[in-house]
T-cell receptor, first 114, second 114 residues
């Protein structure tokens, strides 16, 4: 059973517009969420994160929103640029001494159209 | 460049064989994580080592094992290989043991079992 779900395998957005990538989770024990970006033939790279005590975190063009009651988070990219074309993975973790690895979604392939 | 080095980049081997994947973490990072990415799957957490000790286990098969050496590099051993073990194997490192921090990923080892 997948605990982190990214229901859109791909998303096409016009350059300059807003890209919104969605992620749902089922485990209410998750308390930290991260987004990773992956280009072909490279490993994932960290993009932005959010703790469950917040509902928004912003870093330049990237904003992550967390809705704990809905167990939903989203990544907004504004404005979208051609270099943003990549696969985006949502990931979740359990805080504290217990240190399991991250639980990842299957990813959303974002394509920025010129 | 994340600073995490994985070797080899590609590996082709036959069913029933045994292989070893190697990971050198970023300088100073104590934690090493191993992930498997199969076709159309998100990254699946396999195992974590922290400063030479096993810290957490995920969906790792009994045919797979790992270790972290005193110089902090890690090896993932895969034995009695099956066709379904074909996947991308990523190593990631982070400074401490908690997974709710940014992890730095290597470029991965693509394993093909024929």
């Amino acid at each position: 059973d997948q605990q982190v779900k990214q229901n859109s395998p791909s998303l096409s957005v016009q350059e300059g517009r807003i890209s919104i990538l969605n992620c749902d989770y089922t485990n209410s024990m998750f308390d930290y969420f991260l987004w990773y970006k992956k280009y072909p033939a490279e490993g994932p790279t960290f993009l932005i994160s959010i703790s469950s005590i917040k509902d928004k975190n912003e870093d330049g063009r990237f904003t992550v929103f967390l809705n704990k009651s809905a167990k939903h988070l989203s990544l907004h990219i504004v404005p979208s640029q051609p270099g943003d074309s990549a696969v985006y993975f949502c990931a979740a973790s359990l805080e504290g001494i217990r240190a399991d690895g991250l639980t990842f979604g299957k990813g959303t392939h974002l394509i920025i159209q010129p | 460049d994340s600073g995490v080095t994985q070797t080899p980049k590609h590996l082709i081997t036959a069913t029933g064989q045994r292989v070893t994947l190697r990971c050198s973490p970023r300088s100073g990072d104590l934690s090493v994580y191993w992930y498997q990415q199969s076709l159309d799957q998100g990254l699946q957490f396999l195992i974590q080592y922290y400063n030479g000790e096993e810290r957490a286990k995920g969906n790792i098969l009994e045919r797979f094992s790992a270790q972290q050496f005193p110089d902090l590099h890690s090896e993932l051993n895969l034995s009695s290989l099956e066709l379904g073990d074909s996947a991308l194997y990523f190593c990631a490192s982070s400074p401490q043991g908690q997974s709710n921090t940014e992890a730095f990923f290597g470029q991965g080892t693509r394993l093909t079992v024929v």
